[in-house]
């Protein structure tokens, strides 16, 4: 083989190499084992639309990847801790889940401060009846009703409920900003967490008479079960309607006609227009303070 007809072969057997070899170098390049991968990050979002004070299960969220440019603060990145939390606002599918939007110690807001087994009820207060607004939201209270319809012609003051405790005053409850800074304000409204059957009893012992607040001391245990208390009307206060009536009768009663034996003209009944005035016996009892503790009874004039 002449020299001219080797140079080419080795020439041909060179480009024939070099186009292998390009050709495998692109497909590499080419392929995505080949591509840089952009940085990416795991977290975790709702899989469907999630109600407010709903407690988050598996099915609820999914984990997905974003990139870190793009994850919020404080985002979950693991499905495991996100269950069994409550979320505290309204989530819809693909929202982020992030520590804001949800509480591990069960609904946020003024229904997260609601005791297991409790009910919020509200009732209206006065600056005397609420202790002068002393009174704040986390406080522990007692409830005493003063009436004169539990006993006839007695106005009576006992204990309606124990140991309550103050969910708001007026709109400011316990984890409000104002609450921390004791501004609740002029007392009109209280709230209370109270069980369903003593919700039911405070609401119908105040179509008797009048609640008041007594605000317990830090710590407060009841050692004294007694807490009623009675104080007799005099009988013109306690039967104004009959007392009344017996006065205008005394006072104004026609006297019997008698007819005279000898014919003559009866003479003309005299009337009084001084008014009679009935004044209560104190051997009646109508006045007095009578204090019942347990078993014991005493009475004092």
Known sequence: MSPRKLFAVCAAIALIVFVVIYMLLSSLLESPAGKKQAPVTAVVEAAQDIPANTVITDDMVKTVNISPEAMPKGAFTDVRAAIGKTVSVPMQEGDVLTARKVSARGPS????????????????????????????????????????????????????????????????????PAAQANASGTPAVVTVALTPYDAAKLLAS????????MLRPFGASDVDSGAYYVIPLPQAQANPQAQSAGDAQAAYAAPAYTPSSTGSAPAAPAYSNSPVVSTPSAASGSFGVEVIRGTTSSRGY
């Open 109 to 176: 807001g003024f229904l997260g401060l609601i005791p297991p087994g409790m009910r919020a009820i509200s009732f209206s207060v006065n600056d005397v009846t609420a202790v002068a607004g002393f009174a704040k939201p986390g406080d522990k209270v007692d409830i005493l009703l003063t009436s004169d319809k539990v006993n006839e012609d007695n106005i009576t003051t006992k204990m309606v409920l124990r140991d309550v405790l103050l969910l708001a005053v007026n709109k400011i409850s316990i984890n409000s």
């Open 206 to 213: 105040a179509q008797l008479g009048q609640l008041q607040l």
